[in-house]
């Protein structure tokens, strides 16, 4: 929370710094009940890759999907009453290069 709190202190406007923890559900699900007020913008960004052994989240599910998948979707309908504006999904790049260093065995990352 420290941490995010320093980036929320540099930037304009109100900004408010909450937990969510994307690997558990129950964290999800209190983070929309929580929630008060619109939200022009969601950005959910995958937030992990390749963990090096296999990991679960706390409901039981492969760890990368839970959190870069489930979570986000779960986030993403909880909130949808709020929602006035776009949602966005994105995806890591370190993902496409290493999927692709998989597939030809070829870096692209020069």
Do not use: K, Y
């Not at 008060?36 to 409901?59: E, F, K, Q, S, W």
């Not at 599910?61 to 979707?73: I, K, M, S, W």
């Amino acid at each position: 929370m420290d941490s995010g709190r320093a980036v929320a202190a540099r930037l304009p406007g109100p900004t408010e710094v909450r937990t969510l923890d994307l690997a558990d559900l129950a964290s999800v699900r209190r983070f929309a009940h929580d929630w008060t007020g619109d939200a022009a913008l969601l950005v959910n960004n995958a937030a992990m890759i390749h963990p090096p052994a296999l990991t679960r989240t706390r409901d039981g599910f492969e760890a990368q999907f839970g959190v870069n998948h489930l979570g986000h979707f779960a986030l993403t309908q909880l909130l949808r009453e709020h929602l006035t504006g776009r949602v966005v999904s994105v995806s890591s790049l370190r993902a496409l290069w290493e999927l692709s260093e998989r597939l030809t065995g070829v870096s692209v990352r020069g």
